[in-house]
């Protein structure tokens, strides 16, 4: 009987379970803006939108990739609260008057804050030939557009981080307030291009006006953020360097819009570098390789948005649900109209690639 005193109910273990402390996060606590809103309705509107817009065009992609109409799926899920905001601050254009954009591959979201239309994406998941960004020979996620400044994004890690402060010092050259913007995660900043982009960026009475931005989500494929970084921030990395910086929560995007935008008139007034870290979500995981699940134990900064703007009296559960259900909706319908489309073919496989007449076999 005494025995049995000691037992304890299923109930009274997940009381007791629920009581003790959870583990310890990875992260200490920012400290974010206001909870009073202070930007205007429409543009927190037009957030919101756009976020949604980005992770309803993220799932797609992964159905085609989960369906057999795509081959492989990497992109930014999770990261819609910071993406879009970069992407509506962004000067953009042509040429160095206007802002450069070395990317990686989980930047869609700020592709459609920047207006660009959304069958591209799909048509470079399927590897069509109409694929504007690579004629169906390259990753999804992988843009490139000439007229805004888009560098083309490619596979190898972190390289943009070296290849940026070539487009700042032309700017510095140049004159006026276009600015580059190099993005990566936190993994790629254990790349030497990362050490390479601080020291070219900070030379004394040289400082070139790049904002260099890492979207920390605490992986590097599998690998935890823990076992590779020595820093609690890796915003510190710059301390050293003489430049400014700054950690802010990426996962709140009234937040990361005002922080970008101070970051951003810094680096075009005083032409000099800003390091900014964004603490980010990974809501699918790394990409196709690691199956493209939704992980339910990563923060969501659209449920957190929207539970704000539903506090604030800007928009209902309803009115939400019903922007989600329309570009659902919307992509489906294009990828639909995508699957029909041509492969790219085999007499274009040297286009763009070598100098000299387009389709040439240039062994032959």
Not at 132 to 159: D, L, M, Q, T
Not at 305 to 329: C, H, N, P, Q, T
Request: proline share 6%; glycine share 8%; with cysteine.
């Amino acid at each position: 009987m005494a025995r049995d005193a000691k037992k304890m109910s299923a109930p009274a273990k997940a009381a007791k379970s629920a009581a003790k402390p959870s583990a310890k996060p990875p992260f200490k606590a920012l400290v974010t803006h206001s909870e009073e809103l202070p930007l205007e309705k429409e543009l927190l509107l037009s957030m919101h939108d756009t976020m949604v817009k980005a992770r309803c065009l993220e799932e797609r992609l992964i159905a085609m990739y989960k369906t057999g109409h795509g081959y492989f799926w990497i992109g930014g899920p999770g990261e819609e609260a910071f993406n879009v905001p970069l992407g509506l601050l962004i000067k953009k254009g042509q040429g160095p008057a206007f802002d450069f954009l070395h990317f990686h591959y989980r930047q869609s979201a700020t592709l459609l804050a920047m207006g660009e239309d959304p069958t591209g994406a799909i048509r470079q998941m399927k590897n069509t030939a109409s694929d504007p960004y690579s004629g169906g020979r390259n990753f999804a996620g992988h843009f490139s557009k000439k007229e805004w400044n888009v560098v083309p994004v490619s596979s190898p890690i972190e390289v943009q981080y070296a290849m940026a402060p070539g487009t700042a010092l032309v700017q510095k050259r140049h004159g006026g307030d276009g600015i580059t913007i190099v993005t990566g995660g936190d993994a790629g900043t254990a790349e030497g291009d990362f050490a390479s982009c601080l020291v070219w960026a900070s030379r004394p009475r040289q400082e070139l006006p790049l904002l260099i931005i890492v979207t920390n989500n605490r992986w590097g494929i599998s690998t935890p953020y823990e076992q590779v970084q020595g820093v609690e921030k890796i915003s510190d990395r710059g301390v050293a360097f003489g430049m400014k910086t700054k950690t802010i929560d990426g996962n709140d995007p009234i937040s990361s819009y005002l922080e970008l935008k101070e970051a951003m008139e810094y680096v075009r007034t005083e032409r000099k570098p800003y390091l900014v870290e964004a603490r980010v979500s990974r809501l699918y995981g790394h990409s196709s390789a690691s199956g493209a699940n939704f992980t339910a134990n990563e923060a969501d900064c659209i449920s957190q948005f929207e539970a704000r703007l539903e506090k604030a009296g800007m928009l209902s559960a309803a009115d939400a649900k019903a922007v989600r259900e329309r570009y659902s909706e919307q992509f489906a319908d294009i990828a639909r109209a995508v699957k029909e489309e041509p492969f790219p073919d085999g007499s274009t496989i040297f286009d763009h690639v070598f100098h000299g007449e387009p389709g040439r076999d240039p062994l032959a």
